[in-house]
């Protein structure tokens, strides 16, 4: 997976297995389904990557930057999408309108509160950061038509 820094340059992080943990796909049905992570932390990033992964989602991609967003949206990669209102002082606000333009369903994932959000999020689930694993993939799985 690769993750896009501030600056534009692409940084490559490789996978490491944990075993110690049971799979969140015990607790959860398997979706294969194609997630956009939209997230200008990369710890963040890469953790929500990992989670997802491990409870059977494919993801197409992360996006820290907003433009960056929006061309995977446009690309129509993804059946579903994790937005942080917020990337880097830029509102994420306009990778909301394209995704519901598109009739793609999305959460916000965010350290703000749905009240202090913009309506470009209205009608989209809101969890508060930090979120238990369990319930963003419950909440991410609810946002999905069923299989």
Known sequence: ????????????????????????TA??????????I???EPILAFALEELLIE???EIVG????????LAFIESGVCDAAIL????????????ALALAARGLPFLILSGYSPDQLSNAFAGAPCLQKP???????A???AILPAQ
């Open 1 to 24: 997976m690769e993750f896009e820094r501030a600056g534009g340059e692409c940084v490559s992080m490789n996978r490491v297995g944990n075993n110690d943990e049971p799979p969140l």
């Open 27 to 36: 607790m959860f049905n398997n979706q294969h389904r194609r997630v956009l």
């Open 38 to 40: 939209v997230e200008d």
């Open 55 to 57: 409870a059977e989602f």
């Open 62 to 69: 992360v996006a820290t930057r907003l433009e960056k967003a």
């Open 84 to 95: 942080d209102a917020n990337l880097a002082g830029v509102s994420a606000g306009p990778a």
């Open 131 to 137: 979120c238990k694993p369990e319930r963003l993939v």
């Open 139 to 141: 909440a991410l799985r």
